[in-house]
């Protein structure tokens, strides 16, 4: 952590895990160095990071305005993986929030998380440790082997236990609106702000947004992602694109006859998971990675149920599988 710190202090970049996934920090207030975050990530100016604090106290610092319904939610689900928007305080750089007039705050729950912000004594800006629209790392070697010596330092805290972003949502305006989907679930985030609305706009790659994850293509392996309308169809189509002597990933979750590697060719890798979108969330990216790291052209995926949910990855699938750069 001292070691961190002083990268940190320095204008360098740590990588850092989080509950949900593995981030990719620097001083919030610095904006040299959040500058080397979008440099290192390929990232849009236009897109906003979250700057990650150590609670309440410490993202009032950050805000304008505070409003009612971001102390109502930190309350209750802070730490944790719960991204707020509120309007942005004069004295925080623009960069870190995509030259918007907001900003986008979380207090994660990771230990290593708020050790490290606890040691540096101010925010840290972090969007998740990938490349610009690819699929977010859930461990430390995923962040490695994408960057190299891109990061000065690499703080290993082991598998994510979430492995899906935060739930991002806005309460500047009278109607408090989810901006993401992610790990916090609607039933939840319903019980505590019962008018909370849904806002599913996919924003054009080069136009300016309030929270990230909003781009019609994010999430996306290497390989191209095709999403079948059920188990049977994309053992299918994984089957008809190996025949024409392309490896293949098959993502499936599991009811019987699907997840069966039987009467499956050679070069289809069959990754099965499980029918509970915890689980399934937890288990997605690792399993885009190992695909992509098995050299894949394809990646077939059996849609998920359509209750809500399965909201968060339905929608990092449909991302992920759009062909919209």
Known sequence: MSEARRVLLRGGLVAFP?????????????????????????????????????G???????????????????????????TLVVDRAAHVPSAVAGGSDSIAVRAPAHPVAQALIDVLGEPIAAPSANRYQGVSPTTVAHVAKQFGDEVDLLLDGGPCRT???STVVDVRGEVVRVLRPGAVDMATLRDLIPGIVVNRERVANDRQRAAPGMGARHYAPRARLLLAESGEAARSTASALAVLGAKVGLVVYDPPGVSASAALADNVLVHALARDPVQYAHRLYATLHDLDEAGVSAIVVQRVPTDESWWAVADRLERGSSQTR
């Open 18 to 54: 989080t509950e949900t996934v593995y981030g990719l920090g620097a001083r919030a207030l610095d904006e040299n160095a959040v500058r080397r975050v979008f440099a290192a990530k390929g990232r849009p100016a236009q897109h906003p990071l979250i700057a990650h604090v150590q």
């Open 56 to 82: 309440e106290g410490q993202a009032r610092g950050l805000a304008r305005f505070w409003p009612e319904a971001a102390s109502r939610l930190a309350s209750a689900l802070w730490p944790g993986p719960l």
């Open 163 to 165: 492995g899906i972003e």
